[in-house]
């Protein structure tokens, strides 16, 4: 009998960009550009504090409270800070955001990515809870998890006090935050945790492997590339990214068991790096019994519906991901 050996899968040309996307993009690559190193953090850090929204827009004109609060972190970790914005107003205990931000596990605030979520909120009467968690590479794995795990903790233990019904807490995240929401999802069912009412993962970023088909082709092209990509997982995990024994709390595709989650909404565009880990996170929390919701939105690239918020394509997008909320929660 004649052996077949499993020939490696061709990679192609990368897909193209959506025409309105592509537009937009040239417009974005002249201040972001493709391939983010470790040298340029200090700088884009900086850009990104100066760029911080304030509390008055948070209040959208007195729709919303907002507070900052100080909480435990992680045992023996030093405190850390939780953005809730509350419908103004509100009574009853509402249904809540637990927010873990973007920024490749090195960059942004609790601040960065939080006007979507204040959308949602808007719209369907929704507590926002945004973390602000230790950077890489200054805090390696697993600080930033930790971090997100503990507000968590903290969050539903007074869920009471801020207004919020503990039964119905929804993680959600982008990019790296996509990915910490995973990983907290993995810890709380492994540590009998809260019970998530489900989790939105945004393009998130979830293997360090770094060697998808997608991470090949995208290289050098639109947001994310595979050199920033490396720059993230290397500023997180330091030599032992790509090795065999990268946790799942790290990296949420090393998980061998992904059953017993929350639902999940994943989505992620067609010319991204993440394109293909995501895809695959997807079908193995299906082929383990899981519920998820699937979106691969064509000729899109990273960050492509907070770049260019009024593309076709990216009003689709969000219009996607309100439409499961209002599903999942019954709103």
Same mark, same amino acid.
């Given at each position: 009998?004649?052996?077949?050996? !499993?020939?490696?899968?061709?990679?192609?040309?990368?897909? @193209?960009?959506?025409?309105?996307?592509?537009?937009?993009?040239?417009?974005?690559?002249?201040?972001?550009?493709?391939?983010?190193?470790?040298?340029?953090? !200090?700088?884009?850090?900086?850009?990104?504090?100066?760029?911080?929204?304030?509390?008055?827009?948070?209040? $959208?004109?007195?729709?919303?409270?907002?507070?900052?609060?100080?909480? !435990?972190g992680p045992l023996g970790a030093p405190e850390i800070s939780l953005l809730v914005c509350r419908p103004a107003?509100?009574?009853?205990? /509402?249904?809540?955001?637990?927010? +873990?931000?973007?920024? #490749?596990?090195?960059?942004?605030?609790?601040?960065?990515?939080?006007?979507?979520?204040?959308?949602?909120?808007?719209? /369907?009467? /929704?507590v926002v809870v945004s973390v602000e968690y230790r950077l890489a590479p200054d805090h390696p794995h697993p600080? @930033?998890?930790?971090?997100?795990?503990?507000?968590?903790?903290?969050?539903?233990?007074?869920?009471?006090?801020?207004?919020?019904?503990?039964?119905?807490?929804?993680?959600?995240?982008?990019?790296?935050?996509?990915?910490?929401?995973?990983?907290?999802?993995?810890?709380? $069912? &492994?540590?009998?945790?809260?019970?998530?009412?489900?989790?939105?993962?945004?393009?998130?970023?979830?293997?360090?492997?770094?060697?998808?088909?997608?991470?090949?082709?995208?290289?050098?092209?639109?947001?994310?590339?595979?050199?920033?990509? &490396?720059?993230?997982?290397?500023?997180?995990?330091?030599?032992?990214?790509?090795?065999? &024994?990268?946790?799942?709390?790290?990296?949420?595709?090393?998980?061998? =068991?992904?059953?017993?989650?929350?639902?999940?909404?994943?989505?992620?565009?067609?010319?991204?790096?993440?394109?293909?880990? &995501?895809? +695959?996170?997807?079908?193995?929390?299906?082929?383990?019994?899981?519920?998820?919701?699937?979106?691969?939105? !064509? #000729?899109?690239?990273?960050?492509? =519906?907070?770049?260019?918020?009024?593309?076709?394509?990216?009003?689709?997008?969000?219009?996607?991901?309100?439409?499961? /909320?209002?599903?999942?929660?019954?709103?």
């Amino acid at each position: 009998m004649t052996t077949l050996t !499993p020939q490696p899968i061709p990679v192609g040309p990368p897909p @193209p960009f959506d025409p309105e996307l592509a537009a937009a993009l040239e417009i974005v690559g002249a201040q972001i550009p493709p391939s983010v190193t470790a040298e340029m953090l !200090p700088a884009m850090r900086e850009g990104t504090a100066l760029m911080a929204i304030s509390d008055e827009d948070l209040r $959208r004109g007195g729709t919303f409270e907002v507070q900052e609060l100080s909480v !435990p972190g992680p045992l023996g970790a030093p405190e850390i800070s939780l953005l809730v914005c509350r419908p103004a107003g509100a009574r009853a205990p /509402l249904a809540a955001i637990y927010h +873990t931000h973007g920024g #490749g596990m090195v960059l942004g605030n609790n601040r960065v990515g939080i006007q979507d979520m204040l959308d949602w909120a808007q719209e /369907l009467q /929704l507590v926002v809870v945004s973390v602000e968690y230790r950077l890489a590479p200054d805090h390696p794995h697993p600080a @930033p998890v930790e971090d997100c795990y503990a507000g968590l903790i903290w969050t539903a233990d007074h869920a009471a006090e801020l207004g919020i019904d503990p039964e119905r807490i929804i993680i959600a995240g982008g990019s790296a935050g996509g990915g910490l929401a995973a990983a907290v999802a993995l810890l709380a $069912r &492994d540590r009998g945790g809260p019970a998530l009412a489900g989790q939105m993962l945004m393009c998130p970023m979830i293997d360090d492997r770094n060697d998808t088909p997608s991470s090949l082709q995208m290289a050098g092209r639109g947001v994310w590339d595979r050199t920033s990509n &490396d720059t993230g997982w290397t500023a997180l995990l330091g030599a032992e990214r790509g090795g065999p &024994d990268v946790s799942p709390y790290a990296a949420p595709a090393r998980a061998g =068991d992904v059953s017993g989650l929350p639902p999940a909404f994943i989505d992620v565009g067609s010319a991204e790096t993440f394109r293909d880990e &995501d895809v +695959t996170y997807a079908t193995r929390i299906w082929q383990a019994g899981g519920r998820a919701e699937l979106h691969v939105w !064509p #000729g899109g690239f990273h960050g492509f =519906d907070l770049m260019a918020p009024q593309a076709a394509i990216s009003q689709d997008a969000k219009a996607a991901r309100v439409r499961w /909320l209002r599903r999942l929660l019954g709103a």
